[in-house]
């Protein structure tokens, strides 16, 4: 694919997934996403893909890192950052259903 054949591309690609699950699941577990119907539906279908990413973009960022040799000022390492901060505040924060939509 085009988009995927230049590097920079494919690096503000995994920078913006980056912020995108780091946001999905910080939604998730504050929002009470099952009050409604088609928002837990949403919810349950994108939670699969979402944890995959949270596998998958390190795994792209460090090669990313290796393959360009970019250091600790590159959007590959920024987006290991937000995917261990993530990772961090699931673990931290608990799972809420203060927030009702």
């Not at 694919?1 to 780091?22: P, T, Y």
């Not at 699969?48 to 600790?72: D, E």
Request: glycine letters at 2%.
């Amino acid at each position: 694919m085009q988009i995927f054949s230049d590097s920079k591309n494919l690096r503000v690609i995994i920078f913006a997934l980056s912020f995108i699950v780091l946001s999905f699941w910080v939604i998730g577990n504050s929002v009470d996403v099952y009050s409604s119907a088609i928002l837990g539906v949403l919810f349950e279908v994108l939670s699969l893909p979402m944890l995959a990413l949270l596998f998958v973009i390190p795994i792209i960022s460090i090669n990313q890192i290796r393959k360009y040799k970019a250091g600790l000022n590159s959007l590959p390492f920024y987006s290991i950052l937000i995917i261990i901060l993530t990772v961090i505040l699931l673990a931290v924060i608990p799972y809420s259903k203060s927030i009702s939509v």
